[in-house]
């Protein structure tokens, strides 16, 4: 096992983040409550980590009206697509022996 | 998290999907009211805008007000191989192949139209098992299978009575299985619809909390 832990990507190796970035890579969007339901994470948590996800533009945030009550739509970006399959590649390649 | 569980996580969402019976209430009245739009030709019109246009808005209507307030809202993706013809016409052309094979066991004669119409409902029954399939490698789920078992079954059935017992009008073995399936999607769905509503309370999320501030 390599000890370079260089490449791995710190937004992205933390546990409620990687559940919420694979949960958004095999959907198109999807909204916070779904997220909460299928990462069982608390609300304020899942807020949280949304935020430094967005700060680091991996995912973008749309706040509407639906039927007259918020929806929070979140979607994988490019950006952030690319990097966890990068994510992805760099994790294989640490434990390949 | 490896391609295995990248698989799990999208097959759990497209379960989700599913679990307010709203896509069988949708089938179910497509293929009550297909029959009317197949042998009543000026309903075409009608039914192709209930079909295309008000029914699935409603569908998601329902889905604002009843399903995504309780479980989220998910847009899943579109991938290449869901738009891809080529499953589904091996399908057909298997299916229409069964048929042939069923309409000279029953009737020994595969030259006769009428032979082949009274068969629609067994063609009908096999071809269902695009949309089993597809379900079954959408959700995980090997239970899908039944809908295609039970259609062919079904359609079988119905084929062989229409063949024993004929009747005046050819279309009538069609009609009875459409109606069949039909009612029974139709009732599976609501039947799903209320266990839904039962077991998934709506969730009380914090975005309506700061809205109201």
Known sequence: ?97 | MNDDDLAKLEQNAFRDTMKDGLVELLGGTMLLFAPIMAFQSSFIIIFIIFYIILLPQAIERARQKYTYPRIGYVKLRIKESDTNPKPFLLLLVISILATGIVTFLLTDDVFNLYNWVSMLPFLFGMIMFAPSAYLVEKSGSKKYWLLGLITSISGFIIAYLTSVYPTTDVYEGILAFCMLMGISLIVGGLVRFLYFLRTYPILDSQEDAVSEQ
């Open chain 1, 1 to 97: 096992m390599s000890n370079d832990d260089k490449d791995i990507d710190k937004v992205i190796h933390e546990p409620a983040r990687l559940k919420i970035i694979a949960q958004l890579y095999v959907v198109d969007s999807a909204d916070m409550v779904f997220l909460m339901r299928q990462t069982e994470l608390t609300w304020g948590n899942l807020s949280s980590h949304v935020t430094k996800l967005e700060n680091a533009r991996y995912i973008e945030v749309t706040k509407e009206f639906v039927e007259k009550k918020p929806r929070t739509t979140l979607k994988l970006t490019t950006e952030g697509r690319k990097a966890f399959e990068m994510y992805r590649e760099n994790i294989k390649r640490m434990l390949d022996v």
